[in-house]
């Protein structure tokens, strides 16, 4: 005998695929416009990220 669920298994998963992936481009897109990972527009950043000066090693001429 086949039990008759409530739910349709592949809505139900197209579902939680389609939610999962606008929760990760919402979560991307956040971080992508904070000042400190902003590698889109750089010149546009107040300053806070990464240096790219490079120093040398000790003892180097």
């Known amino acids: ?3 008759r ?3 349709n298994f592949r809505a139900t ?5 389609l939610a999962g992936t606008v929760v990760a481009f ?3 897109f956040i971080v ?3 000042p400190k990972y902003n ?3 750089p010149a546009q950043t107040t300053g806070t ?3 790219t000066q490079v ?3 000790p003892g180097a001429k």
Request: no cysteine; proline share 8%; hydrophobic share 50%.
């Open 1 to 3: 005998m086949i039990v």
């Open 39 to 41: 590698w889109i527009f």
């Open 5 to 7: 669920r409530p739910y």
């Open 32 to 34: 992508l416009s904070s």
């Open 49 to 51: 990220g990464t240096s």
């Open 26 to 28: 919402l979560i991307h």
């Open 13 to 17: 998963l197209g579902a939680y695929v």
């Open 55 to 57: 120093n040398p090693a």
